[in-house]
């Protein structure tokens, strides 16, 4: 993380594989491709997220990065509210300097949406956790992509204030990923 951190480099997660390192639970799923594909991409998510943080990696680095991409982003309002009352209910974490709240929100944290969350669900995260966290992704090339029309479908989101549009289509990206 030191090595990421000192290059400016943002950590990414992708959650499913089907070689291993395995994605949790992965035994449990009785070679059922639905549930597999169901689960591990947000419950991978919410197992990396839930480290980093609670790891006090963050902390330890503050212009380290992180993203998770192809997990979609519905559950962040849970996931983060959970996090914050396990937090203080449970402990068991580094000494956290801040909220996580403050951790997700704080320009440490990214998450690419997904199509199928569509505008209300995107718009439901922003109005929770504030529009500078979201990144658009196509996720071409596979078939969920809708490619080549998923950018004119997401700008195409009334419910979106143009400046946010513009953070959830360009500016939070160059952000994560940092100046080229």
Request: net charge negative; charged share 25%.
């Amino acid at each position: 993380w030191k090595a990421a951190a000192d290059k400016n480099l943002a950590i990414i997660h992708h959650s499913m594989t089907w070689v291993p390192p395995y994605f949790p639970g992965y035994k449990d799923m009785d070679d059922n491709r639905y549930l597999a594909r169901l689960c591990s991409h947000p419950w991978g998510a919410m197992k990396f997220m839930a480290s980093f943080i609670g790891g006090g990696i963050l902390d330890r680095y503050p212009n380290l990065r992180l993203g998770i991409l192809e997990s979609g982003v519905g559950w962040l309002p849970f996931w983060v509210r959970r996090m914050e009352d396990q937090v203080h209910y449970v402990g068991f974490t580094a000494d956290l300097k801040r909220k996580i709240t403050d951790y997700v929100t704080g320009g440490q944290f990214f998450a690419s949406i997904e199509m199928v969350e569509d505008e209300d669900m995107i718009k439901m995260v922003m109005d929770f956790l504030g529009d500078g966290i979201l990144m658009y992704a196509s996720d071409y090339p596979h078939a969920e992509c809708e490619f080549p029309d998923s950018p004119t479908r997401v700008t195409g989101w009334k419910s979106i204030p143009p400046a946010s549009m513009k953070k959830l289509m360009w500016d939070n990206a160059q952000r994560f990923l940092g100046e080229a």
